[in-house]
């Protein structure tokens, strides 16, 4: 089992880590957020090359390299969207009583342009591993893309836990789109396809005809996943999850309280998911 442990252990440090730096990051002081934008630029880039150089690569390294090229490529976005450099044409919360579609429209505003940037970077790593071995990257960044975008629709349907030491104060306008509900109809179906994939996923990764390059990557992006769906889980038990990146959160102060919508709730860290 030790084949498996390693790529699973690294998924984990590297995804818990990676969150951590971006809520650090995100809760800094405004006037802090252009240069570590310009930091995360440059490791765009960085990360970019690497995925085209490794896409050859089929190797246990391989895999390792593109996983991580990805998940800095999400970091990047997410820290545009949370930074507030790339995230839509509404930045203010829907005005009393909006409810429905009209309020899902308004909610979507909020975060168009980072939507658009997502498909962005998802074309450019699908060219960059097009016709290529090595297509590990691709499948890292479309799991966070999705198991991020149920979690955003599960927020905005209406979640149990409201971590407010996540969102930034700039983004406290957010609030009002955003539900406290014990419990929505898309949420069984969230973590039920995150545990179908998982186990989809473990199953291939034991499988004894894997090759070392596709026992690495799929291991790692079986515990993406399984982790992914965690945080589903953690929107609405009453489990500890603010514990987990107590040391990226220093004096972080939760928004205040809105009085034209619901309770805030945060967006999941990273949502590396």
Not at 60 to 84: C, K, N
Not at 164 to 174: G, I, K
Not at 192 to 200: F, K
């Amino acid at each position: 089992m030790g084949a498996y442990a390693l790529p699973a252990l690294y998924a984990i440090v590297v995804w818990w880590f990676s969150t951590g730096l971006i809520l650090l990051l995100d809760l800094k002081p405004r006037h802090t957020h252009g240069w570590s934008m310009a930091g995360a630029t440059l490791v765009l880039v960085g990360a970019l090359w690497a995925i085209a150089t490794s896409a050859g690569d089929a190797s246990e390294a391989g895999a390792y390299i593109a996983f991580t090229g990805a998940l800095l490529v999400w970091g990047w976005q997410e820290m545009s969207y949370y930074m507030g450099f790339v995230s839509g044409p509404r930045t203010t919360g829907c005005p009393p009583g909006t409810k429905g579609f009209a309020r899902f429209r308004a909610a979507a505003a909020t975060s168009l342009w980072h939507e658009a940037a997502i498909v962005a970077g998802a074309l450019a790593i699908l060219a960059l591993t097009w016709g290529e071995p090595n297509r590990f990257a691709l499948w890292t960044y479309l799991v966070l893309w999705g198991m991020n975008l149920s979690a955003r629709l599960n927020m905005f349907l209406g979640v149990r836990n409201l971590n407010a030491e996540f969102l930034p104060e700039h983004l406290s306008y957010l609030a009002c789109f955003l539900t406290r509900k014990p419990m929505n109809l898309l949420f069984p179906f969230s973590v039920s396809a995150g545990t179908i994939l998982t186990v989809a996923l473990g199953l291939a990764a034991l499988d004894g005809t894997a090759s070392p390059h596709d026992l690495v990557g799929l291991t790692i992006l079986t515990t993406l996943v399984a982790l992914a769906t965690l945080e589903h889980w953690f929107l609405m038990l009453p489990l500890p999850a603010a514990a987990l990146w107590s040391w990226s959160l220093p004096g972080a102060k939760p928004p205040a309280p809105r009085l034209d919508g619901p309770e805030p709730v945060p967006a999941c860290p990273h949502d590396i998911t």
